[in-house]
Nanobody, 115 residues
Framework: VQLQASGGGLVQPGGSLRLSCAAS????????MAWYRQAPGKQREVVAT???????NYADSVKDRFTISRDNAKNTMYLQMNSLKPEDTAVYYC??????????WGQGTEVTVSS
């Protein structure tokens, strides 16, 4: 499984961005997909997860601001980020676990929230 993350950039506080994670396989073969982020000097942390069954979970810090979704027809997962804050600045990574629970990571996409 190969994952390609994109969509990062520079945005002002209060703005929005949508990250994409394109998979090389049909998403029905993926059990769980997730977005993680790593801010400078900090450990990587989970932001949001999405299961094949449709369940989603979010870190408390992004609840009600971020939305994780999948487009199975495009083999792509998204992270819609609204009301961005400077503390959301980080490199964002997507990952996926397939039916055998093997873990795959995409490359990061950098998000900077600054005025």
């Amino acid at each position: 499984v190969q994952l390609q993350a994109s969509g990062g950039g520079l945005v002002q506080p209060g703005g929005s961005l949508r990250l994409s994670c394109a998979a090389s396989v049909n998403l029905f073969s993926i059990n769980v997909m997730a977005w993680y982020r790593q801010a400078p000097g900090k450990q990587r942390e989970v932001v949001a997860t999405s299961t094949n069954g449709g369940s989603t979970n979010y870190a408390d810090s992004v609840k009600d601001r971020f939305t994780i979704s999948r487009d199975n027809a495009k083999n792509t997962m998204y992270l819609q980020m609204n009301s961005l804050k400077p503390e959301d600045t980080a490199v964002y990574y997507c990952n996926a676990r397939d039916k055998s629970w093997s873990l795959y990571w995409g490359q990061g996409t950098e998000v900077t929230v600054s005025s």
